[in-house]
């Protein structure tokens, strides 16, 4: 199967979104008799990222969670707040377990070839090539992960916030931190006038990820994440030596650009090339889990893969949002203490999850009512 290079569906990377994809091809017997081809350049035997997502008791992913938590702590200058996650778990998986795990149950499916290979481009005609630098390969339907070109044009029109972070897992000799609740954001090391905090994933006593995170449209150097996760670890925890067992560098596109108009009749795009990451948060694992859902049904359903995948509404919020980070990004603190002291951890959940009714909506708008909303809204509305 390794020598084929002619398939029914191509996957073009092997991350959360390509594997979930594959990973639900494979189950489901519709798709018993369709090759599948999934073309990375990496083996992903690395951990390179955590992803981390909130859902309501068991789930299907458990086998693989790192660690489960039941309550969070919102901290700022102004607010301290313990939050029971009620029906919620805060759930975290290391990105190494999950190739791993994706890669055992595909590995023994005769229908499904992983290809190591760097994608050039995409030639559409008579059929669908996928142009690779070491050959080249055909397909029914392309499923393309990368992101498009013109999200990188000079002349790019639509709101961009980065959610660029550094973290360390870090391991300490005596009893550091509370492993039963996670720190979803403590904004009292704020960088200057900007939106960014600390987040602690404790997975332990004395073992957490312990990462310095932006919403911002600009990004930083190495040393500020550095010094801050230090000061943080210092005034918080009385922690001056520690050792760093793994780092975590990232950068999340936070955008209301449009992805969704590259699809075409036999390219799909999937996961961050396919807007996946949720604009206003940059969550994307639930979402990736929701989206492959859809895929499916609207294949076998005689539909495009891509029929009705996003809500509008939703989109329209994450617009509005992104806008008054954009133009007033030391407002964050206000946004984030405002959401979480004002509303129920379930309307929260339930927001960021696109789940929830118009009633519901407007809890959410009036918590965070200002001019700062007011202005954006209008900006947003008549695209100026």
Not at 255 to 273: C, E, M, Q, V
Request: hydrophobic letters at 40%; proline letters at 4%; one cysteine or more.
């Amino acid at each position: 199967m390794q020598d084929r290079t002619s398939f029914d569906y191509i996957i073009i990377g092997n991350g959360l979104a390509g594997l979930q994809l594959a990973l639900e091809l494979s189950k489901d017997p519709f798709f018993k008799s369709y090759t599948i081809g999934l073309i990375d350049p990496s083996l992903k035997d690395t951990n390179d990222k955590t992803w981390s997502f909130w859902e309501q008791g068991a789930g299907k992913w458990d086998s693989i969670v790192e660690k489960i938590w039941h309550s969070a702590t919102f901290e700022s200058p102004n607010v301290s707040l313990k939050i029971p996650l009620q029906n919620y778990r805060y759930k975290t998986i290391r990105s190494i377990e999950f190739y791993n795990y994706a890669k055992a149950q595909l590995l023994d499916c005769p229908n499904i070839s992983f290809i190591v290979d760097t994608v050039e481009t995409i030639e559409t005609g008579s059929t669908t090539q996928v142009i690779g630098q070491k050959q080249n390969y055909s397909a029914t339907h392309i499923f393309d992960s990368r992101v498009p070109d013109k999200f990188y044009a000079p002349n790019f029109q639509h709101t961009l916030i980065h959610q660029h972070f550094k973290g360390w897992i870090i391991e300490t000799d005596s009893p550091s931190f509370n492993p039963e609740a996670f720190t979803m954001m403590d904004y009292r090391f704020q960088y200057k006038d900007s939106t960014s905090f600390i987040y602690v994933l404790p997975f332990s006593e004395t073992k957490a990820l312990v990462e310095y995170t932006f919403f911002t449209p600009f990004t930083v150097e190495t040393a500020v994440y550095e010094d801050a996760i230090k000061r943080y670890l210092l005034e918080e925890h009385n922690m001056a030596h520690f050792r760093i067992i793994e780092t975590e560098v990232g950068t999340i596109p936070m955008t209301d650009f449009p992805f969704w108009k590259f699809h075409t009749k036999n390219i799909t795009k999937i996961g961050t090339g396919g807007g996946w990451v949720k604009g206003s948060s940059g969550y994307s694992f639930k979402h990736t889990e929701k989206n492959v859902a859809k895929l499916l049904a609207n294949i076998k359903a005689g539909k495009r893969p891509s029929y009705n995948l996003f809500k509008k509404k939703f989109k329209f919020y994450d617009k509005i949002f992104l806008k008054v980070l954009h133009d007033e990004n030391e407002k964050g603190v206000w946004i984030f203490e405002r959401f979480y002291s004002k509303n129920t951890i379930r309307t929260m959940f339930r927001f960021l999850d696109e789940e929830t009714s118009f009633s519901e909506d407007l809890a959410i708008m009036k918590s965070l009512f200002s001019m700062a909303f007011i202005k954006a809204f209008f900006k947003v509305l008549f695209k100026f």
